[in-house]
């Protein structure tokens, strides 16, 4: 039988899902893993656990178990009537998929765009011919009946996709699982009516991208899943709606719950069960300071143009980190020079006068234009740019003339940067472009990088540091591991010496952190009693940020440092943070 485009070719998986997961990976806001651990606080039970999509809600929790289970008859119906049934639940599922596709465009969020693409990638798949010939090949020449065909074929294809040694196409698997559960849906007899959902937060051991849409189009405030994972669609789809959503709480919750209260707060990466009026106080409120804690600085992470009018109100007026790449994610080749200038001007022009750290595109395996172009690890970010000069000629250029017009105080910033000669490299671009001296900083994301420091102290005017990357090359561990050693990675004791030795090493010179993980007091207190008083941060986090730095026992924080530094037990290290973080 021939083979199908969609199903059997990685090249088309990667371009249909390159832009839906990495267009949100700029406003991922927990960008690493925090322990799955329960607690008792009073009478408030408080469970941690990982934050897909941010926001604050309370209301009754509803358990959902899923809508996928149909009715297997022992023998079917004729070939001619099953085939019948077959044709209708496909143009059930195409006619629900289209409602998706519009009510995400109705919605007036940025990130809906990848949202929209996930589900225009399930209508490619329902209507791929291969699928219907051997689906109809099993109702006529196996006389199954249509919802044992329907299974059988698409669960074919969901091992197929697994078995592909690459997490992005693997991610798949649960798109065709998707549409599985919604053909077969059309087969169950009883289906809870919408209305039960009205203002619940929905409790499930997993949810597909559809089933999420379903549930909050029928009024669900905010969902709990017990699995997931940072790069999956069903969170894309959730941050899309602007749903909170907190995923990886590990021991399933008690049958018992349903029907009570509870607060998701996907801010602090907590749910609260049994909230009462009396213990209140125990819910932590947000009042950020107005001003930013003397002898800090702190820095915007900024990609798309949607986020400047989130920084209207802010005190910040600089930014750390400025992903030049998010936005051009979409097109199928690098963006011109014009398009770029006029970018990097609207950009740059809240900013005048103000520190602008802008990233040169950061290309890598998962970030790419080229979508049938294989990227190793050992041509990615800055190496991809030093082999493919024109793009960075470009870029550099671009960069140029929009600084001319807006007059920040620009410094570019080296992503995965290693070698003495690729800052040798960018600089030499710019001394024919410009006779400005524009200022280089080192993005430190490698363990090689952070023993550069004493040869690059006359090189670069500063280091940014991005712990998601280098923390993941220092341990050898997955940056999006969720199983429960996850936070050990993080507080293992080779990266708390990396980062102290970085803050000795830095000769004077700016050290900025960027990443979300800063809005998690825990590790906000550890980098300061370490010494660091510089950090960029999203601006949707920024408040947590600030209300941080203005509470911070140093002192407190310096112990608990020591303390974890110093025992050689993973557990009694994670229970010190633990305590910190609180």
Known sequence: MQKSSFFHSVKGLEEKISTGLIKTLGFCLHITSILQREYVARSTKVILAHIGCSGFVTGRLLFYKGESSFQRPALAEPPEVEDKRWQTARR????????????????????????????????????DPVVSREIEWKIYQEKKSAPHAIAEVFEQFIQSLKKIPDLLIQEKARDVE?????????????KKPASAFEGALVYASSLLPGELIELARAGARGFILEQSSPTAHELIVARALEK??????????????EGKTVTLDALHGRLYLYPTKGKAAQIPSLV???????????????????????IEASPVRQVGLFRSEIFFLEKDKYPS?????????????????????????????????????????????IRYLIKNPDILKTQLKALVRAHERVRCQLVILIPMVSFTEEILFVKKILAKLTSEEIPIAAMLETPASCHMLPFWKNLVYSYNIGTNDLFQFHTGTERHSSDEKSLGYLLHQGNLSLLESLQRQSHGKKVIHCGELLSRRGWLSLLVAMGFRDFSINVAQLPYLLQHLDQIDIDKAKKSLKAICQTDSLKNRIELYLELNS
Request: hydrophobic fraction near 35%.
């Open 92 to 127: 059930h599922v195409s006619a629900e998929l289209k409602r998706q596709i519009r009510y995400l465009r109705n919605n007036d969020n940025p990130q809906a765009r990848a949202a929209v693409g996930v589900i225009e990638t399930h209508l490619m798949a329902l209507a």
């Open 178 to 190: 998707d549409i599985k559960s919604r053909l077969l849906s059309c087969f169950q007899q009883e």
């Open 337 to 381: 020079f014009k398009e770029q200038e006029e970018f990097y001007r609207e950009m740059m022009a809240p900013f005048s006068g103000q520190l602008f750290y802008f990233r040169l595109f950061d290309i890598s395996q998962d970030k790419k234009f080229h979508r049938d172009e294989k990227i190793p690890l050992s041509e990615r970010s």
């Open 244 to 257: 909170p959503l907190l995923y990886g709480i590990e021991q399933p919750l008690s049958q018992e719950l």
């Open 288 to 310: 950020p300071p107005n001003k930013i804690k003397r002898g800090f600085g702190v820095f915007l992470n900024l990609s798309l143009p949607e986020e400047l009018k989130a």
